[in-house]
C-alpha cells in the first residue's frame, strides 16, 4: 500500500482531467489569496517601506556579494533549519510539519500531472506517504503540546480562533487523505465518504489563503531577510544593540543613553525553568 498512487485506482471512476483541473484551481487559489494577502494587508508595501528607511538610515553600504551571502544565509538558516525557534520542540515539530508537506505537496503534484492512472511511480508514492504522516506527526505534536495558551497556561484545546484556521486544515487534509488512501486500498466502502472529506478539507485549506496563515510562509523569509540587511548596514531597524554596547565607537549618542543603565547580566530570567511553549 505505502508504494502505491492511491489516484490511480481513483482514476478508474474519476478522469484524470478532472483531478488535474481541481489541482490547478488548487494552485490558483494559493497564488490568488497570497496576493491578496500582500495587497490587503500592506506587506509587500511594509517590507519595501522598511526596507528603504533601512537604507537611508545606513551606516555602511551593503554591496552586492554581500546581499547575496545574507540571502543564502537566511535560506540555509531561517528557511531551511529554522534556526529562530530557539525552543527545539518547537523547532523539531515545524521541521517535520514543513518537509512533510513540501514532500506531499510536490509528490500529489507529480503523480496526479504526469501518472495519474499509473499504481508504481518510483519514489512518488512513498513520498506521499511519508510525508503526509511527517506532517501529521509535527502538526499534531504542535497543536496537543507545544501550542502557545494552551500548553503553557492550563487552558482549553477547543476554543478555537482564526489564525488556527491553517494548522487545523492542513491536518484534516493531511490525515483525511491518509484514511482515504488506506480505506480504498482496503476495499472499504467509506472510502468515497472520505474521499468527500479530503476534498472539503483540502478546498478549505488551499481557499483559506486570505484568512489563514498559510502565506506567513512566503513572508517570514523576507522579514528574515530585511532583518539581516539592516543588521548589516548598521541602521538596525532603529533598535539598540547590546552586543555592541562594548564599543561606544559603534555607537550613537542616543543609543548609548538607552543603554548606559542596562546590565549586561541580566540573570537567569525565564532560564530559571524550562519552557514547554514558544
Partial sequence: MLTTNPFAELSASISPSIMQTYLIIMILLVVGGTLFDVVHKGSAKYFFANMRKSKDKA??????????GLAVSTAMSEV??????CNQKRRVAHLLGMYGFIAYAVATFVMVMYNPTEANVAIWAPLWWIGALMTCVGGYWFWLFIRVDVRSEGQSLFPLVRADLFILSLLASCTLGLLWAWAQAAGSPGA???????????????????????????????????????????????LPDL???????????????????????????????SPDHY
Fill in 59 to 68: 551606516e555602511r553600504q551593503v554591496g552586492g556579494g554581500e546581499a547575496m
Fill in 192 to 238: 468515497n465518504i472520505l474521499l468527500g472529506a479530503y476534498l472539503i478539507a483540502t478546498t478549505v485549506l488551499f481557499g483559506g489563503v486570505p484568512w489563514s496563515k498559510f502565506s506567513h510562509m512566503f513572508f517570514k523569509p523576507a522579514a528574515a531577510f530585511e532583518k539581516k540587511l539592516s543588521k548589516a548596514n548598521g541602521s538596525n531597524n532603529n
Fill in 243 to 273: 552586543a555592541d554596547r562594548t564599543n561606544p565607537a559603534d555607537r550613537d549618542r542616543h543609543s548609548m543613553e538607552l543603554l548606559k543603565d542596562a546590565p549586561l547580566d541580566m540573570g537567569l530570567g525565564i532560564k530559571r525553568e
Fill in 80 to 85: 531551511l533549519t529554522s534556526s529562530e525557534f
